[in-house]
Structures are given as C-alpha cells and as structure tokens.
C-alpha cells in the first residue's frame, strides 16, 4: 500500500520493523487503565485491536475489512505519540526548513538587485538599499512567505511578491530616488528564477516520506478521509497524515487505514506529546463550541493549523492553498506568537511611563482627597487573575471605607453602597480610581490593552457558566480592552464581555490597540466636558 511505500520504501527496512519501532511509545501515550495489547502477532501480521484513545472498548480502525484469513487487521499508519517513522530523526532535525531557503533566496536576489544598478557608493544610495532590504524582508514575512506552504508554487505568490516588492521599493525611493523602485523590480525577476529552481529541489525532497511534516486531520467523514488518500498520494504536498480525531463514530467511512487517535477535545494534548505534527481541520462530526475549544487550546503549540473551508466548493481565492481541489485556510498565528506582539510590550513599557508622568499631577491630587476622605490606606489591592490564570495584586485608589477580605473578593457590584462616599463615586465615575494600574503595566503584570481582569472567585464561577471564558486568559490582561470601548462596563453581560475579549485576541494587532486607545481617550474627554 501507499502507507507501506512511505515508510519503509526510503530506508529499505520492512513493514513490521516500521510499526514495531511506533508501537513501542504509543504505549506510553495511552492513557491510564488496562493496558492494551499493542503487540503484532507475528512477524507477518499487523496491529492488533485495542490501539484506541478516544473510545474505550473499541477498534481503532474505520472498519477496514482484512485482507487476508486469520482476523488480521491492515497495517495502520503511524501514530502520534509514537516515534516518527523509520529514518526520522527528532523534531529539530525532520522539520524541512523552508523559510531558511526561501530567505536565503531572497536574499541572493536583493544582493543581485543591487548590484545590477551599482554606482558611487554614497550615503543616500547605501541607505536607501538598505531600507528596501529590510523592508522586503518584513513585508515577505508578514506575509507568510517564510511559512511552510502546502503548495510550493511560485505562479500562486508572484502577484504578491510583486506588490510588496513595489511598496518597498517606493518607500526606499524617498531616500535614494527612482533607482530603488527599479531595483525592487529587478529584485522580483531574480526571486523568481531562484524560488522556481528552489522549489523544484525542495518537492523533490518533500517526496522523501522523512521530510514530511506529521498531520493529524480533525474529522474521519468523507471530507478528511478523502483529503488523507489525497496528501499519501501527493507528497510534494509536504504533509503526511498520521492519524484522526473525531467524535463520532458514525462520522468514519470505511476504505482507509489510518487510526482514530482520540476525540477532537484530545487534540491539544496530542499536539504537545507531538509537537511536530500540523493540522488540517476537515468537517469533523463535533459541535462548532468544542471545535473552538480545541482549537484555542492550541495557541501556545507552534503546530501549524489548516481548515477545510465547510462551502469548500465555493470557497473564494483569498489566503488559501489548494490541494488537488481541497482548499486549506491557514489560521494566523495566535496573537502572542506573532513577532508584533513582542513590539506591543515595548509600547506597553513606553505609554505607560509616559502616561504615568503626565498624569503624576492628577494623581497626587486624586491620592490627597481619598486621604482627607478617608485617612490613610490611600491605595487598595485586590488580587485578580491574568495571563495563564496567574494571580496578581492589582492597584486602585481606595474609593470606600475598607470592607472584609471575603466581600472584596466576592461581592460583584459596590453600585448604591452608601460607604462610596463623593470622591469615590467621582473617581469611579471617571475611572481615575485605576491610574495606579500603570504601575502594573511597568511591572508586566498587565498590559495596557487586553480583557480586564478578575478576581479569583468570579473567575471560577463564569468559567463554569459561560463558554470561552476562560479562554480570556490567553494573552495578558489589560487597563482597558474591547468590551469596555463597547460599553460592558461594571454589572453588565459576562456572556458578552468573554465573546468580545475572545474577539479582540483572535483578530489582535497593534492597529487595533491604537485604536481601543484613542477611542477610551475621546470617550474620557467627553465625560470630562459633560
């Protein structure tokens, strides 16, 4: 078969010798309970039942009939947990990787450009080159072009390649005038002589069964098992499917030898015993919340995610690679893995030393009335939960008498408390009681954009009535965020608050900071006018 060809047809070692070589840690991978009998049941036999995950009891198979008497079941593919397959070093050694050589090529290409249009080696000129390099370089890599591509085609990235090459080369003409636009041109015509001689390498390399990433595909219906065959029979594709997640069983059509690894809400737990393998979602026979779930609790793996569009025949051209008429969208980064986000501390750091220094004066002024309101005890901490649901000690001006340990951390609204007296009720008002959170900021324990934090117990309590809420705490908590700037402020809809903190995290960028930002400044001016 196609499975046995990959396996062993590129180190020469037979079939057996393959899957006895996985068999070994899939053992370790199951999970507590009887221990199955993984062993073959003889030289010449194939796995025996009981390899199962995801459904106790039960053959992993998709119901293949044997081929053969005696019961035997056909040989299944490798499995994750397992080790990779025969003549597969580790993780750090069997990940092809592409983005070195598309750089490398990228950078021939820039370096040939340059020379083409040499010159006197003036300041302007020098400079100017060096700004079209580097922003080249950037605008490739925020899009995508260094990521591992299911489809190696330059037909496919050439329009691409072109506009942004244009757009670097009209930013670097500010500098060193028309000759870097003609430059990036060039730059283009070199790139893609070099990506087409560079792919036609790397799918021939591809073919090699060790040079494939791993994939699990996330639904065994007809869309993923279909998609399975497709990616076996096509390994310039650079993927090789090792296996299923899926909850129902009904969902399995027969014909196909791959194992069922486990159900999807298993499948970041795969990923992190596995993390080589990507991972294509497929149609699978799960409801779109626990599809959500499993998917978010992949966001801190580096495990590449690909979707079968559900209208995949009539899915549109935008971002998508098509395999033999299957097309694959590839989820972006989570927002904490993309190289902006380490920039979005650095502005964190930055706006809140400056805001903390330009508001010190209403600062001193907000801490000389609580004292005279109150006494001493001018700042309040309460502890609440952050990223990774960690706890802090979060910092407020004292805006009430100061109550029990137990009803700080449990009462929910303090609205209509007749110990807010009228400098609290004005520092609530006007949110001023939470400048010293800048303090927080600097120490890195929030951010100054994100989903507000909260504390401990409410946490608990909303992490078991409403979907996704804890799925909050994926990225730092912030000052401000989404659902304030949209009015779910103090007793107001969690439902709401955790869908749009989700909302903000999934589509993030430095945009959109910017602009949460300027909104909570118009939005505090116009309290202040009225």
């Known amino acids: 078969m196609l499975w046995e060809k990959r396996l062993t047809g590129q180190t020469g070692l037979s079939r057996d010798h393959a899957l006895d070589t996985n068999l070994e840690s899939v053992q370790a991978a199951t999970p507590a309970g009887p221990t199955p009998d993984l062993r073959l049941p003889d030289r010449g036999g194939s796995v025996t039942e009981a390899l199962d995950t995801g459904f106790p009891g039960q053959r992993p198979s998709l119901d293949t009939p044997a081929s053969g008497g005696g019961g035997d079941e056909p040989p299944r593919g490798p499995r994750v947990g397992a080790t990779p397959p025969v003549g597969t070093p580790r993780r750090r050694a069997t990940r092809l990787r592409i983005a070195r050589w598309v750089v490398a090529v990228d950078l021939f290409a820039l370096a040939a450009a340059c020379l083409v249009f040499d010159g006197p080696a003036e300041t302007k000129r020098l400079l ?3 700004v079209l390099v580097a922003l080249v370089l950037t605008l490739n890599a925020t899009g995508s072009h260094y990521r ?4 190696l085609s330059l037909l496919d990235q050439l329009p691409d390649l072109l506009g942004r090459a244009l757009v670097a ?3 670097a003409s ?3 005038g028309r000759t870097a636009v003609w430059t990036a041109l060039v730059f283009v015509a070199f790139v893609s002589v070099g990506r087409v001689v560079g792919y036609a390498f790397l799918r021939r390399v591809r073919r090699s069964a060790s040079r494939s990433r791993p994939t699990i595909i996330v639904g065994a219906g007809p869309v993923g098992t279909t998609l399975a065959t497709t990616l076996v029979e096509h390994p310039e594709c650079g993927r090789l499917p090792v296996g299923f997640v899926e909850d129902d069983r009904s969902h399995r059509t027969t014909g196909h030898d791959l194992a069922v690894l486990g159900r999807v809400s298993s499948l970041p737990d795969l990923l992190v015993e596995r993390p080589e393998c990507d991972v294509i979602v497929a149609d699978p026979a799960v409801e779109e919340q626990q599809l959500i779930s499993a998917i978010r609790g992949c966001d801190s793996l580096p495990s590449e995610i690909f979707v079968v569009p559900r209208l995949h025949g009539m899915s549109g051209t935008h971002d998508r690679q098509d395999v033999w008429g299957y097309p694959l969208t590839r989820l972006p980064r989570a927002a904490h893995r993309s190289l902006s986000w380490r920039l979005k501390r ?3 750091v930055v706006v809140a030393v400056g805001c903390a220094l330009l508001l010190a004066p209403v600062m001193i002024v907000c801490a000389l009335f609580v004292y005279l309101e109150g006494g001493p005890g001018i700042l309040f ?12 000690a979060i910092l407020k001006f004292r805006s009430m008498a100061p109550s029990s340990g137990l009803e700080s951390a449990q009462r929910w609204s303090i609205q209509g408390d007749p110990r807010l007296g009228p400098v609290g009720r004005v520092l609530r008002t006007l949110s001023l009681d939470e400048l010293p959170q800048f303090w927080n900021v600097i120490r890195g324990d929030m951010s100054m954009v994100g989903p507000r934090p909260e ?3 409410f946490v608990q309590e909303f992490s078991r009535r409403f979907d996704h809420y804890d799925a909050r705490h994926r990225v730092p908590t912030g000052l401000t965020g989404l659902a304030q700037i949209s009015g779910l402020r103090g007793n107001t809809d969690v439902s709401e608050r955790a869908r749009l903190d989700n909302h903000y995290i999934d589509t993030w960028s430095l945009w959109g900071d910017v602009k949460i930002i300027l909104r909570i400044a118009g939005s505090f001016m116009a309290r202040n006018d009225q």
């Not at 591992?148 to 489809?151: I, N, Q």
């Open 381 to 392: 901490k309460q502890e609440r939960v952050g990223r990774g649901s960690q706890t802090f």
């Open 346 to 348: 650095v502005v964190d």
């Open 455 to 457: 504390r401990p117990y």
């Open 148 to 151: 591992d591509p299911v489809r």
């Open 128 to 130: 100017s080159m060096c």
């Open 169 to 171: 080369g009209a930013v």
């Open 174 to 176: 500010l500098i060193g």
